[in-house]
């Protein structure tokens, strides 16, 4: 998984650090964004193989930093993270592209298969 | 409560319910970090290491616990929603069940959902059917001294809906179990909920257990 580069996207900041240390530990890349212009400037320098995106996020949220990724060139398939009460966000989500979604908490042996998954795909 | 003050309180608690799903994320995963670096880390160099591994894995049991009681309770605040909606009525009673069996627990009654596999849905207030059947529910712990059962079960009979909430058990006198039935808080409150419902209720003393009976619309 060494050469695995994941960008987890969340404006809960000790949640995003943490799974990204956890991820590091297991061999996968990660940067961490904590709002929609920080991510969109990583995705933008240094493209990931896969984003991990909260969908409940203020500014423009994770349904419209999804609708700026698809934009891009390069397709990036994007996670999505939900929480209670996003249901019809995540249908969304996925209707505009979204490689899959997890609920938070989420496990992180079944993010990191469809971290491997999305790869595959893409 | 008019249904503006209802969606507020639902509103409100939809949103602590959300934050407090995150908090219980963090702490899920500074303790799985934790986890994960102990198990890296040489016994020789970490004393107690196997105490510190029990006491993580005490904490995300912990948690796990907490994410299902916030859950819950944020899909209890979605209950105000919708005056209106169509409900799959073994789903309501699985939530009732969880919602109410701490108060159960403290009189140490058992609660049963007697669901049969077909699926029943009903148009109807959501929150309203909950506190109805709430309201049968306490009605019964509080005539019940200790212990026993109660047993909920769901019947379609045509356009109408029964829902019965039966006890069983050495802990209520049958003779003396709706005796005070009319000055009841319980009893007043659902009689007002069924009304509200165009729906009624009825004691059944032999059988020990409330009936509650609405129309399903479907």
Redesign the interface.
């Known amino acids: 998984m060494d050469n695995i580069h994941v960008l987890i996207v969340d404006d809960?900041e000790?949640?995003a650090k943490?799974?990204a240390?956890?991820l590091e530990?297991r061999g996968i890349h990660t940067q961490t964004a904590s709002d929609g212009d920080k991510a969109l400037n990583l995705i933008k320098s240094q493209p990931p193989d896969v984003v991990v995106l909260d969908l409940?996020m203020p500014g423009i949220g994770g349904l419209g930093i999804l609708k700026q990724i698809n934009l891009l060139e390069n397709k990036i398939p994007v996670i999505l993270l939900t929480?209670?009460?996003s249901r019809e966000r995540s249908i969304e989500g996925m209707n505009l592209g979204a490689f899959d979604y997890v609920l938070?908490?989420?496990n992180?042996d079944d993010l990191i298969i469809k971290i491997q998954e999305a790869i595959k795909i893409k | 409560m008019n249904e503006k003050d209802i969606k507020f309180i639902g509103k409100i608690t939809a949103g602590v319910t959300h934050e407090l799903n995150n908090v219980l994320a963090s702490i899920r995963e500074i303790s799985g970090l934790m986890t994960d670096i102990l198990s890296i880390t040489d016994e020789k160099s970490f004393p107690r290491k196997e105490k510190f591994q029990t006491s993580l894995g005490k904490i995300q049991n912990q948690v796990q616990r907490g994410v299902k009681l916030t859950s819950q309770l944020n899909k209890f605040s979605h209950l105000t929603d919708n005056y209106k909606n169509d409900i799959d009525l073994n789903e309501l009673l699985e939530h009732l069940i969880f919602l109410t069996e701490r108060f159960a627990r403290i009189k140490n009654v058992a609660l049963q959902n007697q669901s049969i596999n077909q699926t029943i849905t009903i148009n109807t207030d959501p929150l309203r059917l909950q506190m109805a059947l709430f309201n049968c529910i306490s009605y019964l712990l509080n005539q019940t001294v200790i212990g026993g059962e109660i047993s909920i079960s769901p019947e379609k009979k045509g356009k109408e809906c029964l829902v019965s909430i039966t006890y069983k058990g050495e802990g209520i006198n049958k003779l003396s179990i709706f005796k005070d039935s009319t000055s009841s808080d319980e009893l007043l409150s659902l009689k007002s909920t069924m009304e509200n419902l165009n729906g009624v209720y009825e004691l059944d003393a032999s059988n020990t257990a409330v009936i509650i009976k609405i129309q399903s619309n479907k």
């Open positions: 809960e000790d949640l943490t799974i240390e956890r530990i409940m929480g209670y009460g938070k908490p989420c992180l």
